[in-house]
């Protein structure tokens, strides 16, 4: 019941929307839908139910679809502010609540599907739904991203499902493309077939999950949708495509097959790691930056899952930490941009003069997805790293830690900058509105939380997801 | 007869390959439409009424007539014919097809050992297309041949799911999401902004973003 309110809502009140045309309406739909979901999410967390047979709150997916709605729910409060400032009309501003609701729609139907085909449609839907957010400016940029991030991303959902068949044929008579029906018959399924699946469906999902070599549209889009929407791809979008991959890695994990898939999974995300350290170096827009930064750590996520064991608990771990603390970044971002009106990050200096909130905001987002104590990026990597020691590799401990210090040296040069020095006289910065602070304060304050004293309720589910997946801590 | 079909779709492919007119990547998805429909037709005369029907309008409503119309009227529009110095030559393109279909036909045999139910030649013919496809995409400069070569990947596709008889009607259905998410892509950008934006469809127009 709870599941089906979540997932007509936003159709519902879509539609409507689509008849009133009204700004405070689409507004409101926002809100409500925010609050909506948090307050289902809470209950399903409490009492995990299922909408027989195709959406099911499971040990995995509810720590996806809390990062989901919580982070949805912060940067609805930035985007009341956001909304009424914007340049859209009364016709555009509609279709955007409508695509907002569409999006969030389609990312929970990706954690809480039980059919690999469903989760694929659902996947493909995502791309549909936040396409028009990266034509946001309307400019011959914004155009360029957006035609990127549909192309290559259709070219990958439509590697997946060639994944998705290959999977099929593996399965042959014995299993549908129910996941619980592959999980309980993963003995039975073809290697030969399940081996070939599986990199067409890392590769696919992957795309849309930003892991190099196949993240190419990540940085164009993160850099030309508008601040809220940043947030949600990186927060939730990325998320939701790991999910599928993570979902694909427990068949060939319960079928015997999980060394190909951990050489696969640790490949892409040493790649990762690797596309970051070059870009990061000498990046000259923050919000480029910042994506960059996400594929990053979609690299990082990659690599606990390939160590499995603890580093699987890890990977979870660093998934909730990233989320909130690029979340917070990406926001913050736009409130520099709407106070210097550029993205390079020439234009941008003494932050911290301009704006101390933001600045500090800045600081402490970047300290949150640097891996500084005491944020929970910090727990993460450093378990992460202890994984990768206790699985023998010393020498993939090196490049670990050396492609991470790379990546930190770039970005706190980048930062530091920013926020020092003497800001442009001729700047006249006008005053941040209290929620584009709300937000990131809310989430930073649940990453100290977790990075000092990890509640148990917290840690439980997440120990159990991780237990789903085969690993511990 | 499904033989014959297979191995002309086969053909259409090394003749994308071969070949720099726009027009003629647009007459090569038209008929690999029919072929497809023609497929269908031959090889599940037993399928459900209503699902026969909607597979017809996929292969030759959708996939023989909308899509090519929509991509010939692009072209027309903007008086483009050829594609101009694709990344490699077409001599190479050739080769690399041909040796794509070697592979796929290679693959085919090969995974008879581990599966009895794959029709061999529907499997190599779709495996050597997708990788066509792909090879289209990244060689070529044009956005509409990108087009193209996209749609050339989802005809794999659908070749590739009626390669396995089993799940066939929930997979090719689910395909057919591809290509109507295509289209909604198609109209919604392309006719609309790349249009006015740009004088040529060409990729090179769209390489500002980068670091």
Redesign the interface.
């Known amino acids: 019941m709870l599941i089906a309110i979540l997932m007509l809502f936003p159709l519902v009140t879509g539609a409507l929307l689509l008849a009133l045309k009204s700004k405070t309406a689409n507004v409101a739909a926002i809100y409500t839908y925010a609050s909506l979901h948090l307050g289902i999410t809470l209950a399903l967390c409490v009492r995990p139910a299922a909408l027989a047979p195709f959406f099911r709150v499971d040990d995995l997916n509810i720590v996806f679809l809390l990062i989901l709605s919580v982070l949805y729910f912060g940067v609805s409060l930035y985007h009341g502010d956001f909304l009424r400032h914007s340049h859209l009309n009364r016709r555009w501003h509609t279709w955007y609540a409508i695509c907002l609701l569409l999006f969030s729609f389609s990312m929970t139907g990706v954690i809480l599907s039980t059919h690999l085909g469903l989760l694929w449609v659902f996947v493909e839907g995502t791309t549909l739904a936040s396409a028009p957010f990266i034509y946001y400016e309307g400019n011959k940029a914004a155009l360029e991203a957006t035609w990127k991030y549909v192309f290559i991303c259709s070219v990958g959902i439509a590697l997946a499902f060639v994944g998705i068949i290959l999977l099929s044929m593996s399965a042959g008579d014995r299993a549908s493309l129910f996941l619980d029906d592959l999980y309980a018959n993963a003995g039975s399924l073809s290697p030969f077939w399940l081996k070939l699946a599986f990199p067409f469906i890392l590769v696919g999902f992957g795309t849309k999950a930003g892991l190099a070599p196949v993240h190419a549209w990540l940085p164009d889009a993160h850099a030309e949708s508008p601040a809220p929407i940043s947030a949600i791809l990186s927060g939730t979008l990325l998320n939701t495509a790991m999910l599928g991959i993570l979902r694909v890695y427990r068949i060939m994990d319960l079928a015997g097959q999980a060394a190909p898939a951990r050489t696969l999974l640790l490949v892409m995300g040493f790649l990762s790691l690797f596309v970051c350290a070059v870009f990061v170096l000498h990046s000259r827009n923050y919000k480029r930056m910042l994506a960059y930064s996400s594929i990053e750590h979609m690299g990082l996520i990659a690599i606990g899952a390939g160590i499995g064991g603890a580093g699987m608990f890890a990977a979870l771990v660093h998934l909730v930490a990233h989320s909130f603390g690029k979340a917070v970044c990406f926001l913050t971002a736009g409130n520099i941009l709407s106070l210097y009106r550029t993205r390079e990050v020439s234009g941008v200096r003494g932050l911290l003069r301009v704006d101390r909130l933001t600045g500090w905001l800045w600081i402490f987002g970047f300290l949150a997805v640097a891996a500084f104590p005491p944020f929970p990026t910090f727990l993460s990597e450093y378990l992460m790293a202890g994984a990768i020691l206790a699985s023998g590799k010393i020498w993939l401990l090196a490049i670990f830690l050396l492609l991470l210090t790379v990546i930190l040296a770039g970005m706190s040069h980048t930062i530091l900058r920013m926020v020092s020095g003497v800001p442009d006289p001729a700047l006249q910065p006008q005053r941040t509105p209290v929620f584009n602070y709300i937000p990131q304060l809310l989430f930073l304050a649940i990453l100290v939380i977790l990075g000092l004293a990890m509640p148990d309720p917290i840690l439980g589910l997440l120990e159990r997801a991780a237990a789903s997946l085969g690993g511990g801590r | 007869m499904i033989h014959f079909l297979i191995v002309l779709f086969g053909v259409t492919m090394l003749y994308v390959a071969a070949t720099s007119r726009i027009e003629g990547y647009i007459r090569v998805l038209a008929l690999q439409g029919v072929l497809l429909f023609l497929l269908v037709m031959t090889d599940w005369p037993h399928l459900q009424l209503l699902n026969l029907l909607f597979l017809a309008v996929e292969t030759l409503g959708f996939k023989t007539v909308i899509i090519p119309w929509f991509l010939l009227r692009v072209v027309r529009r903007n008086g483009i014919s050829r594609e101009l110095e694709p990344y490699i030559p077409n001599f190479y393109s050739v080769v690399i097809a041909s040796l794509i279909f070697a592979f796929g036909f290679f693959l085919a045999y090969w995974?008879l050992d581990?599966?009895a139910?794959?029709k061999p030649l529907y499997f190599g013919v779709s495996v050597s297309t997708?990788m066509t496809g792909?090879l289209v995409?990244t060689t070529r400069k044009m956005?509409v041949t990108?087009v193209a070569g996209?749609m050339m990947?989802?005809n794999g596709?659908f070749l590739?799911?009626l390669a396995?008889a089993?799940?066939m009607p929930?997979?090719v259905n689910?395909?057919v999401?591809?290509d109507i998410?295509?289209g909604?892509?198609l109209l919604?950008?392309f006719a609309t902004?790349?249009k006015s934006?740009f004088a040529e469809d060409k990729i090179d127009a769209?390489?500002?973003?980068r670091?």
């Open positions: 995974s581990f599966a139910d794959i997708m792909l995409i956005l990108h996209f990947l989802e596709i590739l799911s396995m089993r799940e929930l997979l689910l395909g999401l591809l998410f295509m909604i892509f919604g950008l902004k790349i934006t769209l390489t500002d973003l670091d």
